[in-house]
């Protein structure tokens, strides 16, 4: 049974920077595009970025061009996992994170499996 | 604010129809990109319930049902449930933003 597990700190000051990891347990996802995508409390969902991860284009990444400039994603290819940093979050970048997969290799552009979710709160 | 305009509300009573809209524009679903809808239960992550524009994932009832035409998809429940109380989001991609976009999200009501 696949499961994608996040973990990441969940409250931060302003001005820092958030720091989440997702792994994948129970299949093997090379060359999909790990995503992160995000949920204001009461709010709807906002993608923020993908990488290419473990494929010929390993390592390719894509953003939401609103947070270009504070938002990089990587990979750790050898742990299969892949880190998202937002730097110089705000208060308005309280949220529930979550990691979520696409098989572009087959051409899908939905998200088939998604993680638990982590609130991230900024607050001083 | 959102590429994609959903109703924020919809409502039925159990067994009845009810449809949701998502509108977009000619840089993501007039441009041919296919649609996709999610279910969001509350404190939960979204699920899958239809790809491809009208494609139901395994495990899905056959009560949900999609379809696109030009700049709009919708999203159908027939035989309404009160388990079927719930977020919903449809989602594409953008030619103009260069990535994926979501409606504004459509949340069902079981009367």
């Known amino acids: 049974q696949v499961q994608l597990q996040q973990w990441g700190a969940g409250l931060l000051k302003p001005s820092e920077t958030l720091s989440l990891t997702c792994v994948v347990y129970?299949?093997?996802?090379?060359?999909?595009?790990w995503n992160w995508i995000r949920q204001p409390p009461g709010k709807g969902l906002e993608w923020i970025g993908e990488i290419n991860h473990g494929g010929s284009h390993s390592g390719r990444t894509n953003y939401n061009a609103s947070l270009k400039g504070r938002v990089t994603i990587s990979e750790d290819t050898s742990a299969s996992q892949v880190s998202l940093k937002l730097s110089s979050v705000t208060a308005a970048d309280t949220a529930v994170y979550f990691c979520?997969?696409?098989?572009?290799?087959?051409?899908?552009?939905?998200?088939?499996?998604w993680g638990q979710g982590t609130l991230v709160t900024v607050s001083s | 604010q959102s590429v994609l305009t959903q109703p924020p509300s919809v409502s039925g009573a159990p067994g009845q129809r009810v449809t949701i809209s998502c509108t977009g524009s000619s840089s993501n679903i007039g441009a041919g990109y296919n649609v996709h809808w999610y279910q969001q239960l509350p404190g939960t992550a979204p699920k899958l319930l239809i790809s491809?524009?009208?494609n139901r994932p395994s495990g899905v009832p056959d009560r949900f049902s999609g379809s696109k035409s030009d700049t709009s998809a919708s999203l159908a429940i027939t035989g309404l449930q009160t388990e079927d109380e719930a977020d919903y989001y449809c989602?594409?991609?953008?030619?103009?933003?260069?990535?994926?976009?979501f409606g504004s999200g459509t949340r069902v009501t079981v009367l």
């Open positions: 129970g299949g093997s996802f090379s060359g999909y595009f």
């Open positions: 979520a997969i696409v098989d572009a290799t087959g051409g899908a552009t939905y998200f088939d499996y």
């Open positions: 491809d524009n009208t």
């Open positions: 989602q594409s991609s953008d030619d103009s933003l260069g990535g994926y976009v």
